[in-house]
């Protein structure tokens, strides 16, 4: 019984990790135990010893995971900062990483003040595509690829990017963070990368009450490292917290596909609109590597991310943000509750302004994180928030 690998994604997010009990239970249960017996020393009853170290939920989770990715292994961590924490420790010192400069600010931050304090450093481009031959050295060892970036929904060319960096040494680790699209949407396995990451508190939980991260790989020795180091370090989350998050990834294809729809709808009217300076969003034909979304994005969809600049600078930012009925001022993304924020002055208030703005991050810039709501209830909260900002 269980899923094959040749199944479609729908039924791979109901049955991949969803393993029965000795009762027969349709759901797995929750295992809060932190030890398990021994039959003599050294030698567990089962395949467990202590949860930090693995958990049956957590194993359940992770399974679901590799998966969704069509990747060998799956590993989850108590946060999506955890997760890159993780893997830019498993560098040696004195590495050298090269990164798409619009990054979420929480990875921002990891790289310019901690990462950087046990000697990795990293350079920041807003093209990879052109820019990277330039910028690898010899102690390059990892490039950093978030796509679409956080917030202004830029597209890499992830397989060309993967070309790039192998051509110069297979020991290059690209690490490509799919939170936006999520599993559904997108699988940069598929396109060369060798690990792929996740804030699962996003679109994989879905429903924003849980913090997480994850990843997953079919690079064997780059498990081996960052399992190891996920029990070294113990940046691991909890039984219950597992279980939460496999029970909302099985019906993340629904609510990924209904969040793009309305998306959809939403950056075209907002494309049309005469208050609005600029959309960003991978599903209209102007975004500028369209040809590239309609490649590594399923049917070419733009997933539930909008960033848009309202006329009227900061100020109509604010109004309009603290104008809506439906979508809630909050940060965070990917629930099935919408969601917006201004990131100049909320998720990327730490980066210095000369440096947002050059990723495109103005202070007239919304970010709209579109949930599975009804589409026309959604669109109207829209336009009349965009009436109340030029008040």
């Given at each position: 019984m ?18 029965s009990d ?16 021994q ?6 009853i089962?395949?467990?010893e ?13 399974d679901?995971?590799?998966?969704l ?12 900062s ?7 420790q498993?560098l040696?010192?004195g590495?050298?990483v090269?990164s798409?400069g ?12 901690v990462?950087?304090?046990?000697g990795?450093e990293?350079?920041?481009t807003n093209?990879?595509v052109?820019d ?10 990892l490039v ?9 929904l830029?597209?890499t060319?992830?397989e060309?990017v ?6 110069v ?10 939170t936006?699209?999520?599993?559904y949407?997108?699988?940069?396995l598929?396109f060369?990368?060798?690990?792929v ?10 429903h924003s ?10 690079n ?7 399992k190891y180091?996920?029990?070294?370090v113990?940046?691991?989350p ?5 279980w939460m ?7 993340l294809?629904?609510?990924?596909k ?16 005469e208050?609005?300076?600029?959309v960003?969003y991978?599903?209209?034909?102007t975004?500028e590597?369209?040809e590239?979304v309609?490649k590594?994005h399923?049917?070419g969809?733009?997933g539930g991310?909008?960033?848009f600049?309202?006329?009227?600078g ?5 109004k ?12 965070s ?8 924020e201004?990131p100049?002055?909320?998720t ?10 050059q ?6 810039l ?11 209830d ?14």
């Amino acid at each position: 019984m269980g899923y094959l690998p040749s199944d479609s994604f729908a039924t791979k997010a109901i049955h991949a990790g969803a393993h029965s009990d000795e009762h027969g239970s349709v759901i797995e249960p929750i295992s809060l135990s932190t030890t398990f017996r021994q039959s003599s020393p050294a030698v567990p009853i089962g395949e467990y010893e202590y949860s930090r170290s693995q958990n049956p939920n957590r194993k359940n989770l992770e399974d679901a995971i590799a998966a969704l990715e069509n990747a060998k292994y799956g590993l989850a961590f108590s946060s999506g900062s955890a997760t890159t924490a993780v893997i830019l420790q498993s560098l040696p010192q004195g590495s050298h990483v090269v990164s798409i400069g619009d990054v979420y600010g929480g990875t921002h931050r990891y790289f310019t003040a901690v990462a950087n304090t046990h000697g990795v450093e990293t350079t920041f481009t807003n093209n990879l595509v052109e820019d990277l031959p330039n910028l690898i050295k010899e102690n390059t060892k990892l490039v950093w690829i978030e796509s679409p970036t956080n917030p202004t929904l830029k597209v890499t060319d992830i397989e060309y990017v993967t070309k790039i960096a192998k051509g110069v040494t297979k020991d290059i680790v690209v690490v490509v963070d799919n939170t936006f699209l999520s599993p559904y949407l997108s699988n940069p396995l598929n396109f060369g990368a060798d690990i792929v990451i996740h804030s699962a508190t996003k679109y994989i939980n879905g429903h924003s009450d849980v913090v997480m991260g994850v990843l997953a790989t079919n690079n064997d020795a780059l498990y081996e490292r960052l399992k190891y180091l996920q029990n070294a370090v113990g940046a691991i989350p909890s039984p219950f917290d597992c279980w939460m998050t496999h029970r909302g990834l099985k019906t993340l294809h629904l609510r990924s596909k209904q969040s793009s729809i309305t998306a959809q709808k939403i950056a075209e009217f907002l494309a049309q609109s005469e208050d609005v300076i600029l959309v960003n969003y991978p599903g209209l034909p102007t975004h500028e590597n369209y040809e590239v979304v309609k490649k590594q994005h399923r049917g070419g969809m733009g997933g539930g991310m909008i960033s848009f600049r309202v006329k009227g600078g900061a100020v109509s930012a604010a109004k309009f943000s603290s104008s809506t009925r439906l979508f809630a001022l909050a940060e965070s993304l990917g629930g099935v509750e919408s969601l917006l924020e201004v990131p100049a002055v909320m998720t990327h208030g730490g980066i210095p302004k000369e440096q947002r703005e050059q990723s495109g991050v103005f202070d007239d810039l919304i970010r709209l994180s579109v949930g599975i709501e009804d589409t026309d209830d959604l669109l109207e909260d829209i336009k009349q928030a965009l009436l109340a900002s030029k008040q």
